[in-house]
């Protein structure tokens, strides 16, 4: 059956009942109020780093980013003064509230907060030159993955840089038990500034996590070149550096 050419893609109609619901994928924790309030505590990605890492991949004071998946808006008000335009895109109205709170405390003026998620998000304005997805796209199965990614290099202009960090696993299938199992050790007893077993374990059973060796053909095949990827000595956690063919 061949879809009409508004149902191809990204342009399908959002009533169609197959799509995936991304807000009740979005992860239970990102759509509790105590979780997210706490969430800057448990969570430090570095943003003055990544800042300089992408500065030197061509980020400057023209760029266009889209910080998709925000959440608390860490890396979004770190890049803010160093480009033209952010974008902090996500599909928690709770975590959206909390950064644009932070963002009207901020008093940037080039931060446009948006309700939406990988597979709703809208763009306008020039093309994005920068897209930013940290821990976030292991929301998505797979198969959801791909869409993403394709919607994702749809708004992106060529060659402009997909940052993308998450827990995807480097192990081979055998290892997965006892890696995992490790991982989840490392879990802390205190829930206020720390991952807890309990919530490793939710990530494992609950949310979408993948493998490199799935993920990495997966964005190749959606329209990027990876030009880096860093895996941790643990298998757990992987940072790409790809740029939109
Ligand atoms: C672990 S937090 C990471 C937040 C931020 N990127 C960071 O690194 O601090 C995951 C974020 O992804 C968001 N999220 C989940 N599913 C999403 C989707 N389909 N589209 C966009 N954001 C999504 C959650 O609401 C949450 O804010």
């Known amino acids: 059956m061949s879809l009409p050419a508004d149902e191809r893609g990204d342009t399908a109609p959002r009533s169609l009942s197959w799509r995936l619901d991304e807000r009740a994928n979005a992860g239970r924790e990102n759509l509790d109020a105590i979780h997210v309030a706490r969430y800057d505590a448990k969570e430090d990605g570095d943003p003055l780093d990544e800042v300089r890492l992408l500065r030197s991949l061509g980020l400057d004071a023209r760029s266009t980013v889209l910080d998709l998946g925000a959440g608390t808006g860490q890396f979004t008000l770190a890049v803010a003064p160093v480009c033209a335009r952010v974008i902090a895109a996500d599909i928690s109205p709770v975590m959206q509230e909390l950064l644009r709170q932070k963002v009207q405390a ?43 990614l394709v919607r994702l290099g749809n708004v992106m202009r060529p060659e402009a840089v997909l940052r993308l960090w998450d827990v995807v696993y480097s192990f081979q299938p055998e290892e997965a038990m006892e890696r995992i199992e490790s991982w989840c050790a490392t879990g802390a007893t205190g829930i206020e500034t720390d991952w807890t077993r309990a919530e490793l374990e939710e990530h494992v059973r609950d949310e979408h996590s993948t493998f490199t060796w799935l993920l990495e ?16 000595a643990d298998g757990i956690f992987a940072r790409y550096v790809a740029r939109r063919r």
């Open 106 to 148: 901020s008093r940037h003026g080039n931060i446009e907060c948006v309700c939406a998620g990988f597979l709703s998000y809208e763009h306008s304005g020039a093309p994005v030159d920068l897209a930013y997805c940290r821990y976030a796209l292991h929301h998505l199965p797979d198969f959801w993955k791909a869409h993403a």
């Open 217 to 232: 053909p997966m964005i190749e095949r959606s329209g990027f070149r990876i030009e880096r990827a860093d895996y941790s």
